[in-house]
């Protein structure tokens, strides 16, 4: 149950690092792509209550990505929950809260949040077993490529049929169908690829008339040292995770003082109105992500600098990784390690 909840705190915390960071660089639209938003805004509703869930789904998908919004995303969320695709809904209900955090909507934020924890109770995780993959091997679940560290952790997927696929040079592709029902962690064993068949060699040339044998030899050509320096090039992407994730908490954390010394102002003798209780819950959640950003950026720099301690001496058997979500055209992200 610690590992579970450990998940899918760190899969809040990316998602609060990813809506910070690309919130300010989202270009506003045009009033006729806001138009265009809104009227399948309403279409997908309709659906939606006429119980016509995968077209509603779809159309309020496409509002929400042309004229992205906390309530469109909250839309979405909800038809994906009522469709039964719970590890989409539980993200984009988590993405949800942390959008209404910024933007000071705490109704919407405690509905997203009460949301989200009813579903997390109900997850399905999907955890590969590769054994060793040959050199250059690809993994992906449902054409949603995996980087090579987020193979073998357990990733939050909607329940039903599942495509897991290994590609490799010189080997035939494995393609893996799967079925996830329930919910709880269920590992799929994957086989080791097989090699494809060598490519027939071409005709040798006839020899010369005088029977001289041929000046010209092939020369064997040397193999390409192997590429190093991955765990190095990992101790850095896990150091800067480790900052960022540091960054959110250093920000929520002035956020959740801000709005306490603001709520004092409403709270004579300790007897709070309703602006006064609204602004104590805002600070209360801000603080919680505030120490999960803290506790994800120490634990991640402190790792980075310890991978990039090993790489100078030998090859590291630590793993360090941020594993996704696999969903309806999203993924969640949850920063794990273990050494």
């Known amino acids: 149950m610690r590992g579970r909840s450990a998940i899918l705190a760190a899969a809040a915390s990316a998602a609060a690092v990813v809506l910070l960071s690309s919130a300010p660089a989202a270009a506003q639209p045009s009033d006729a ?37 906390i309530g469109r995303l909250l839309n979405v969320a909800y038809c994906h929950e009522k469709w039964g695709r719970i590890a989409s809904a539980w993200h984009e209900y988590d993405q949800a809260a942390a959008m209404a955090i910024q933007a000071n909507q705490a109704e919407r934020e405690k509905f997203a949040r009460a949301h989200a924890a009813a579903l997390a109770k109900q997850l399905a995780f999907l955890r590969l077993e590769l054994g060793t993959p040959p050199e250059g091997a690809q993994v992906s679940i449902d054409d949603k490529p995996l980087a090579r560290d987020q193979w073998g952790i357990p990733l939050a997927v909607d329940p039903g049929q599942h495509t897991v696929t290994v590609q490799a040079p010189g080997y035939k592709t494995l393609t893996v169908p799967t079925t996830v029902t329930g919910t709880g962690e269920m590992r799929v064993q994957v086989s080791a690829l097989e090699k494809d068949a ?9 020899a010369p008339a005088t029977g001289a044998p041929d000046a ?5 050509k040397a193999e390409a040292p192997a590429a190093s320096g991955g765990s190095r090039t990992l101790a850095y992407v896990v150091g800067g ?4 994730a540091l960054g959110v908490g250093v920000g929520f954390g002035a956020y959740a003082l801000s709005q306490k010394n603001d709520a004092d102002v409403h709270c004579p003798a300790r007897q709070c109105d309703a602006t006064g209780l609204s602004l104590i819950s805002s600070a209360k959640t801000a603080a919680t992500v505030s120490t999960i950003g803290l506790a994800a950026g120490v634990v991640g720099i402190g790792a980075g600098f310890w991978l990039l301690l090993r790489s100078s001496s030998s090859p590291s058997a630590a793993r360090a990784s941020v594993a996704p979500f696999i969903g309806a055209d999203r993924a969640g992200v949850a920063l794990q390690g273990a050494w």
């Open 241 to 244: 995770a480790g900052i960022a």
């Open 216 to 220: 010209e030899a092939a020369a064997p």
């Open 33 to 69: 792509v806001r138009a265009q938003a809104d009227a399948l805004f309403r279409e997908g509703q309709q659906l939606l209550a006429a119980g016509e869930l995968p077209t509603a789904c779809a159309k309020l998908e496409e509002s929400e990505r042309l004229d992205p919004k």
């Open 198 to 206: 060598p490519a027939a060699a071409p005709a040798a040339p006839a």
